[in-house]
């Protein structure tokens, strides 16, 4: 695989953004219209205890990319209420169209006491373009079972032949590695399938192997078909460290598949990697792949995961 | 009406004469009949962490068969450790249903963690045993029943039955975080799911208990027995505020059915209310009835949710279930 970066194309600190948010335009996902690409992202405000909230925005860009059209100055979609899944955040979205509606998976994040916070996976439906969106209830559609005890988060849906698909993370250990530190969190990436985009069965087992050691993190899988075959891309660190240390911080990895269950992880095929200097040269994280006009395009974050905003590349060369 | 007789208080942690890590709390009794004991489950809790927070464990109780108000046996520790960083039962496990599956024995309990908006949050978790229900070990990390669009939070009061080789758990699911001057306040229903296997659950979706106290009513420990070509239901039911003492306290509701999800709710004929003095006099809750050796019995537990113990009841022998 080869991409041409295309640079930057968003900062948040450069615009004004609903719901009292500032900084941060993480996890840019696309719903591409006729006329244009509306890229949804999460944003975050300063709660009156000094905390985060993730919020839910976008931003269409023509389809060159190049110029923006629109900003969204409303409330796309609610936080939850009081002790839900999702009362403390959504981050990310990720937007299918579904008939004349779009459909919405978020990860919905809330604050805990002996860990930072957990996450669990649920839809909403947007009746009107995907201007905003209504919940599909007060919980979620994906959350902690048996095998994946916590931290269910990173949907991305696609359909294929009628099935819905969707690739996702979840938690498998919180670890400390310091004793005066808060433990850290592993996470990594399943699949699951869905007659009706709803009730969702899981495979139950992670599919793409470690490359760093057993305790990497594997986030945000995003897939796309092109030249026969079914590509993966996603984010991967080290458990401990990836907030400070470059080396640890997350980067893209890839992995291919014929049939969508058995994937060949090769990172080294990626073909985008961080750059010598520059807005993505500390970490890569986030990607999110979509096709407009025949090309297809990549999205991601780069240094401080996404604080000053998105950019794109655009793939040149495809092979597996 | 059902026509209970009261046999008394027959367990309470605070009366042990011997060392033990339960200090207090004897709450959601589940019983296992083995030969020639009793074996009665609850939830018990050690001294409370310096910040007044307590943990809950799974404890259990041996009466002598013949004489159920003779202990023969006490558990020395709990039957099951708590969940490690971040799971859904790291802060206790509370309450508990317990079944017989061939050789082995299934607890189904409530894992308890904490949060930060609200206090607490709930799911249903699964842990067997090999060895006759002496020690259990958890069949995964995570829970065996969780949140779902209508089920947001709040999955506690597992009670487990089998009838004709199908599974059905009724368990109660969180509605609503009331904000209170103090604590947010939950209010929380029952309901209803099917299993082939006791694992892959098959929810009904529905709450199958009408509400007595008005929406805000909260309602718990469906237990559930079959007798006499209906299902009866005995449960517990509170005002979501002021019940930490008599005047809101749970008290015992009762309902039946013929199809497991139709129910007939009738409070009256429970026959089940608090005492006028001692160790029931404030609350009765958490009801598990079953049968014995030609009688029929309840569990349940009293005062301050059960913080003072479990008590027995004995069923007038002359019921006709069929009437209820």
Redesign the interface.
Known sequence: MKWLKLGKIFDPTEHSLPNNCAEFAQSPQTLVMSDRVRVYFSTRERDDVGKYLSHIAFVDFDKSMKNIINISNHTVIELGGLGCFDEHGIFPINVIRDGDRVLAYTTGWNRKVSVSADASIGLAISCDEGLTFQKYGKGPVLTASLNEPFLVADAYVAVYEGVYHMWYIYGTKWKKFVESDPPDRVYKIAHATSEDGISWHRDSRQIITNSLNDDECQALPTVFHRSGTYHMYFCYRQAHGFRTDSNSAYRLGYACSNDLIDWTRDDSKAGIDVSEDGWDSQMQCYPHTFESDGKVYMLYNGSEFGRFGFGLAVLDECGC | MFKWEKLGKIFDPRDLKSESWMQEFAQSPSVLIFEKYVRVYFCSRPAPASDGQYLSFLSFIDLDRENLHRIVNVCSEPILSL??????D??GTNPVSVIRNQDEVRVYYAGW??????PF?A?IG?AISHDDGDSFTR??????L?????????LGSPRIREYDGKWYLWYVS?KD?L?TEGK?E?VYKIRMASSEDG?NWIKFGKDIIENKLGENECQACPDVIFHDGKYHMFFSYRDSHNYKGKEGGYRIGYASSVDMINWNRCDEMAGMSVSENGWDSEMVNYPHVFMLDGETYMLYQGNEMGRSGIGLAKLDGAQNWSNQ
């Open positions: 969940g490690t960083y971040g799971t859904f790291e802060f963690t904490r949060c930060e908006s609200v949050n799911a699964l069949l995964g990390e995570g829970p065996v969780s949140f779902s669009p209508d089920e947001p939070y709040l969180g975080w904000q947010p939950p694992i």
